[in-house]
């Protein structure tokens, strides 16, 4: 199997069920704490664009960090910016980050979903 690497954080009752799921299926995982060392900016902008998501799908819009930041700047003006932008904003604060992040050879994944998982783990 493919090197598989999660950007996790250990407060995170999804990524703990992501971790879960991929060492159920016997994928052992390098795990990264999000929080602790969160992704360059470099490497979230090569995430951002390998993954096809929106910049949106990137944001832990449930978060304390993200909340603040659309008070400080609102909400018009996160949408706005660009990838570069928004790489470098959550780079500066992990728990700006939606979690968790798979990486999988050259799939990358935000989020858990478990159909997602076995499209990428299928035996």
């Known amino acids: 199997m493919k090197d598989v690497v999660i950007y996790s954080y250990a407060g995170c009752s999804t990524c703990k069920k992501a971790i ?3 060492k159920a299926h016997d994928v052992t995982p390098k795990v990264i704490p999000i929080v602790d060392a969160p992704p360059s900016a470099a490497t979230l902008q090569k995430l951002m664009k390998a993954s096809g998501l929106p910049n949106a799908k990137w944001w832990n819009t449930s978060g304390e960090a993200y909340r603040a930041l659309v008070a400080e700047r609102g909400k018009d003006a996160i949408a706005a910016l660009s990838t570069a932008e928004v790489a470098k904003l959550l780079s500066e ?11 999988a050879g050259d799939t990358i994944l935000v989020g858990f979903r478990e159909e997602a998982y076995e499209a990428v783990f299928a035996r």
């Open 93 to 103: 604060n992990g728990k700006r980050i939606k979690r968790p992040v798979l990486v």
């Open 20 to 22: 879960a799921w991929l």
